[in-house]
């Protein structure tokens, strides 16, 4: 089993920067993919970016602008997200498995809490 812990969340103003990670814990070598969710209210969980060896994948909406990374010495996934608009708000989780499953959620059986981040005009 894995714990996973987000963290690096909060309020930026439209256009600011923000850095999440997220430490797993535990049986790391379930930790070989790991990706990015979020969900704002009311709306479904959608996919931002996974990483798994070379294989990284993003989300339309946060192309050019978020960057996934991952150092497996510290056992830590990184999100750098950039120009941050206000339709990113949302709480975002961190994912983890052995096989890559891109952004199909249910798939993945291990999940942090969660981190808030807050785009504000």
């Known amino acids: 089993q894995v714990q996973l812990a987000e963290s690096g969340g909060g309020s930026v103003q439209v256009g600011g920067s923000m850095r999440l990670s997220c430490a797993a814990s535990?049986?790391?070598?379930?930790?070989?993919?790991m990706a990015w969710f979020r969900q704002a209210p009311g709306k479904e969980r959608e996919g931002v970016a996974m990483?798994?060896?070379?294989?990284?994948l993003y989300a339309d909406s946060v192309k050019g602008r978020f960057t996934i990374s991952k150092d497996d010495a510290q056992n830590t996934l990184y999100l750098q997200m950039n120009s941050l608009k206000p339709a990113d708000t949302a709480m975002y989780y961190c994912a983890a498995d052995f096989y890559c499953y891109g952004f199909v959620g249910d798939h993945y059986r291990n999940w942090g809490q969660g981190t808030q981040v807050t785009v504000s005009p």
């Open positions: 535990g049986n790391t070598v379930s930790t070989i993919c």
């Open positions: 990483i798994g060896g070379t294989l990284i």
